[in-house]
């Protein structure tokens, strides 16, 4: 069933899950909006009192080092190209609070890069929002994620809209409009080739 769920239901949704320790996962395709949605949703319900942490699943991208090691960097970004066991293991670790912080890693666009252990999550925190292009996907590891969120809400975008956002980040972060173009898995690129 889809939906369209606007601003203040979004809020409102997202308070209810905030109550106890409850993870919401929003999803959707690469330059939907989901980093600029979460970080929004969670300052919101920050700014409304509530204790609320954002989780990206970007940080659990492959090192570069260990992408060029494994013949992935072509296809940086895929599924195969995430730490995809770990980041069910933190959100897992998420869930079920032993009255400790918790971190999670961040990824530095700029350097392209994970950056271990970068967000804390206090034992306080009562919503983890977390967001990445895989909370939906059924295959391997991935398929683990899923049941461990309350809620994953889907962000979709025109096309065309979705490929200026694309290209815009990629330019703004050094790289060619050219990189901005989708590119298959490594499983795609080996039956084709």
């Not at 609320?52 to 195969?80: R, T, Y």
């Not at 190209?81 to 999670?104: I, K, M, Q």
């Not at 490929?163 to 980040?169: G, H, M, Q, S």
Request: aromatic share 6%.
């Amino acid at each position: 069933m889809t939906r369209q769920i606007d601003q203040p239901d979004a809020l409102a949704r997202a308070v209810g899950l905030a109550g106890r320790r409850s993870i919401l996962g929003i999803t959707g395709p690469p330059g939907a909006g989901k980093s600029t949605y979460a970080k929004s949703l969670t300052d919101t319900l920050r700014a409304k009192g509530y204790a609320v942490a954002l989780v990206p699943m970007d940080g659990f991208h492959l090192a570069q080092a260990a992408l060029d090691d494994l013949g992935l960097a072509p296809v940086k970004g895929a599924p195969e190209t995430f730490d995809a066991a770990g980041y069910a293991a933190l959100l897992r670790r998420l869930r079920e609070p032993a009255g400790e912080t918790v971190w999670a890693p961040a990824f530095d666009r700029e350097l392209e890069e994970p950056i271990a252990a970068s967000i804390p999550v206090g034992p306080e925190i009562g919503l983890i929002v977390t967001e990445g292009n895989y909370l939906l996907h059924d295959q391997g590891p991935w398929a683990t994620v899923r049941p461990l969120l309350d809620e994953c809400w889907y962000l979709d975008l025109d096309h065309t809209e979705r490929r200026r956002r694309l290209e815009a980040r990629h330019l703004r972060y050094g790289k060619s409009s050219a990189e901005a173009q989708p590119r298959p898995s490594a499983a795609t690129r080996r039956t084709h080739t």
